[in-house]
């Protein structure tokens, strides 16, 4: 079975596509994880002010702050939040936008549950 090896971590999904939002949501509550959402990447920043989140997966085209700006805003007043790349795009010029914004991973859509157990797995030894 899927499972997490740190079951007290507080994660943020920011996603602006109600569907991928769903099934990430999903996908955490059967892990039995809290999470928050944000619908941008304004939204994130903002929320990562007001939260200590352990892990945040960030999708990385949305509107009003693409999720690499919102990542270097977040990366200017936090530098150990562990933040993951969702996007549809996993290769190139997208994978390296997303390192030099600050993020730590990357994902790729659609996300699957093993997937997201992986990297929360990878990453629970920091938080």
């Known amino acids: 079975p899927l499972e997490v090896t740190k079951k007290d971590q507080y994660i943020l999904i920011v996603e602006d596509n109600e569907l991928n939002l769903k099934v990430m949501s ?22 990562c002010q007001n939260n200590s989140y352990d892990l945040v997966f960030m999708d990385l085209q949305m509107p009003i702050l693409s999720g690499t700006q919102a990542t270097e805003k977040i990366r200017e007043f936090n530098q150990d939040i562990v933040i993951v790349a969702l996007t549809a795009n996993a290769f190139g ?11 730590n991973d990357f994902m790729s859509k659609p996300v699957k549950k093993k997937d997201i157990v992986q990297v929360l ?4 030894n920091i938080a």
């Open 26 to 47: 999903n996908f955490l509550k059967s892990l039995g994880l809290k999470f928050d959402i944000a619908k941008n990447g304004e939204e994130a920043v903002n929320k």
């Open 93 to 103: 010029e997208a994978r390296d936008r997303a390192f030099a914004s600050g993020m």
């Open 121 to 124: 797995n990878k990453f629970s």
